[in-house]
């Protein structure tokens, strides 16, 4: 990549860069790694509409369900995280235990 003032540097790319390049904006993180961020100008296709609508209903027992009638089971990730959430000052007793 070619930056004023600069001249070539190298760089990993992350993906394709499509249109064209309207500015660079160049930061250092802590650990002393820069990083480039590019604003590019590209061309929008816009999609077909297709003058439908659905519905979804977001319920308890259900997560979700839609118009169709297709239905999204709940996923329980509060149980599981409750169960996690309750051992955990255990956990913390036990290591500060070991640490004295």
Same mark, same amino acid.
């Given at each position: 990549?070619?930056?004023?003032?600069?001249?070539?540097?190298?760089?990993?790319?992350?993906?394709?860069?499509?249109?064209?390049?309207?500015?660079?904006?160049?930061?250092?993180?802590?650990?002393? @790694?820069? &990083?480039?961020? $590019?604003?590019?100008? +590209?061309?929008?296709?816009?999609?077909?509409?297709? %003058? #439908?609508?659905?519905?979804?209903?977001?319920?308890? @027992?259900? &997560?979700?369900? $839609?118009?169709?009638? +297709?239905?999204?089971?709940?996923?329980?990730?509060? %149980? #599981?995280?409750?169960?996690?959430?309750?051992?955990?000052?255990?956990?913390?007793?036990?290591?500060?235990?070991?640490?004295?």
């Amino acid at each position: 990549m070619k930056l004023p003032k600069l001249g070539l540097v190298r760089f990993a790319k992350s993906r394709e860069v499509k249109g064209r390049i309207l500015n660079a904006t160049i930061r250092c993180n802590p650990s002393g @790694k820069y &990083f480039v961020s $590019l604003c590019t100008e +590209t061309e929008v296709t816009e999609w077909p509409k297709t %003058r #439908s609508a659905i519905g979804v209903d977001v319920g308890i @027992k259900d &997560f979700a369900i $839609l118009s169709d009638g +297709t239905t999204y089971s709940n996923p329980k990730f509060f %149980r #599981s995280l409750g169960e996690k959430l309750a051992k955990l000052p255990y956990i913390i007793y036990a290591i500060r235990r070991s640490l004295i």
